[in-house]
């Protein structure tokens, strides 16, 4: 330990040497921690509906059960599991980007949405997807890798979409009356387990009974029904191919006689069958077909994923030979993906290359520009990226994934100073974005600003929903020594709003 209650290259080092070792035993207790911890949250949301029994009820059952807060509060306690502890999730600014513009574009065209909306992708080779309460939806880039086209990965999220937006977790527990706590809290175990871990699925529904697993499974076909026809207006509405949600899932099932290990994983926690593909190809003979292209970004956000898988090299060789080939659907998207191969391989001059390539055959995008900065800065051109990333940021203001890539820059060129700056200006429009308050941190730390970075660092735990750590770093920036009487006050202000939570919490449990 440093004198100055920092820790020393040398221990930091030792540490991270030991989290390498106790990483995947670490995260398999990790997630089964995080489901169980989800199943008692729902399990203690429930238990106020006895104290209304003597009410009647009004409309639809779920809302006796928990309310769309509660459904939130539940939704947002596992995505501060997953954030903190799944290494799988994606903190990446433009894939998330991505993601989202294209669950918006449905949930835009959703009479039914009436709460928030956060998708984001999970780095898993699985073709999957799921939604949490409260409208949290999980992608795994197996899935994008697995679709043909744009509007295929759109018709799993106007499905997923559809699952929050009709209130499918809470109206299966509207039909539990008769379920003990205990029964329930299995339930809600087995259902999000599924979703990332077999193993905790499987022990969550050996401890629920026989009969009610069955009544969850047949409840649950009835709502998959109801989500394919809510899905497949949404995607309709909001200007995608409708040919491709039975499409996709009818290669998905074709995919699984050959699989070893059975079939995907969609079609695993999304039970398929034979009436409902051929509902959907009966509402295509009802609908105005409307030939439909997919957007630039999704060519291209498939191929850096491809990109990232195995290592550079065989990366390189694989988009060589498609390009040698000539066996892609998108030929900018294949120079892209080289490019960002060669980029992993540090080759980078030949990264450039084919990044010049990509311009000259596509319009502006924003995803070759940032590769280009990328790659120019692990080149050693700092003047060179900087330009790069000022004339994209200055034709495309709106697009955020280019500041969090000048603020990469400024960070790693030493520029602490010009990034705090640049942060401050994103805080301002977006103070809940918790990465912003990570970066800001790390910047503050380095210009050693030592309240000012403790205090980052607390909105960032904040934000994620840890209390105590959000704590014990107000406490530490109370202690440093380094700020005037307005920035204390701010800090003393912001402990006791955090303790306040603590005990709310507390009282909750």
């Not at 290494?87 to 835009?108: H, K, M, N, Q």
Request: charged fraction near 25%.
């Amino acid at each position: 330990m440093s004198c100055d209650g920092g820790v020393t290259e040398k221990e930091n080092a030792s540490h991270s040497a030991k989290q390498t070792l106790l990483r995947p035993a670490y995260h398999r207790c990790m997630k089964t921690f995080m489901f169980l911890r989800v199943g008692v949250l729902c399990a203690a949301l429930l238990m106020p509906r006895a104290w209304s029994q003597g009410l009647p009820e009004l409309g639809d059952s779920s809302s006796t059960v928990f309310s769309p807060l509660f459904e939130r509060r539940i939704g947002e306690q596992a995505m501060r599991d997953i954030r903190m502890y799944e290494p799988a999730f994606i903190d990446d600014p433009e894939l998330t980007a991505y993601i989202s513009r294209l669950g918006a574009r449905l949930v835009s065209v959703s009479p039914d949405a009436r709460q928030d909306f956060e998708f984001f992708f999970m780095r898993d080779p699985n073709i999957n997807a799921f939604a949490m309460p409260g409208g949290f939806v999980g992608v795994n880039t197996g899935l994008v890798l697995a679709s043909q086209t744009e509007s295929e990965v759109a018709s799993v999220l106007g499905h997923e979409v559809a699952h929050v937006t009709q209130r499918h977790i809470a109206r299966n527990f509207g039909r539990m009356d008769q379920m003990s706590v205990v029964s329930i809290a299995a339930m809600v175990v087995a259902v999000l387990a599924a979703k990332g871990n077999s193993q905790v699925s499987q022990a969550a529904m050996t401890a629920a009974s026989a009969g009610s697993l069955q009544a969850q499974i047949n409840y649950t076909r009835e709502f998959e029904r109801e989500a394919d026809r809510v899905g497949f207006n949404l995607l309709e509405s909001a200007g995608f191919d409708v040919n491709a949600m039975p499409v996709f899932f009818e290669r998905l099932q074709k995919a699984g006689r050959v699989y070893e290990t059975g079939a995907p994983a969609y079609l695993r926690t999304h039970p398929l069958t034979i009436e409902r593909i051929s509902d959907m190809q009966n509402r295509i003979k009802e609908s105005h077909y409307k030939q439909t292209q997919d957007g630039p970004d999704f060519h291209f956000v498939k191929a850096r994923l491809r990109a990232e898988l195995g290592r550079p090299q065989e990366a390189v060789a694989a988009f060589e030979e498609q390009l040698r080939e000539r066996r892609f659907t998108s030929e900018p998207a294949a120079h892209y993906g080289l490019a960002f191969a060669l980029n992993r391989a540090k080759q980078f001059a030949r990264a450039d290359s084919e990044i010049n390539l990509v311009r000259k055959t596509v319009a502006f995008n924003p995803i070759v520009e940032t590769l280009a900065a990328r790659n120019k800065l692990e080149a050693g051109a700092v003047a060179e990226a900087t330009e790069i990333l000022r004339a994209a940021s200055a034709r495309l203001p709106a697009y955020r994934p280019l500041q969090y890539a000048m603020v990469d820059l400024l960070q790693a060129s030493g520029q602490h100073a010009a990034a705090v700056n640049l942060l401050l200006e994103q805080v301002k429009n977006h103070p809940r974005e918790i990465k912003l308050h990570s970066l800001l941190s790390k910047s503050y730390a380095a210009l050693g600003k030592r309240l000012l970075s403790h205090q980052s660092l607390a909105e960032t735990y904040y934000l994620q929903g840890a209390l105590v750590p959000a704590q014990e770093q107000l406490q530490l920036a109370l202690k440093a020594g380094d700020g005037d009487f307005y920035a204390m006050s701010r800090i003393d202000a912001r402990l006791r709003e955090v303790r306040q939570r603590m005990a709310e919490e507390k009282r909750q449990r």
